[in-house]
């Protein structure tokens, strides 16, 4: 998914587990039809607007 913004970036393991997180986050929410919002907290350099 992140090669067509990024494609020579590749998200650490910590990285893909709060991405795959998030997108379940997603799919949850739109199957149940509920609004919501995820919040990602991180250090400076940690990759947040990667993911």
Do not use: R
């Not at 913004?5 to 379940?24: A, C, M, R, S, Y």
């Amino acid at each position: 998914m992140l090669d067509s913004v990024l494609p020579d970036k590749h998200l650490t393991e910590e990285q893909q587990d709060i991405f795959n997180e998030i997108l379940d986050f997603c799919h949850e929410n739109l199957e149940t039809n509920t609004k919501g919002l995820y919040q990602l907290n991180g250090d400076a350099g940690t990759g947040k607007s990667v993911i």
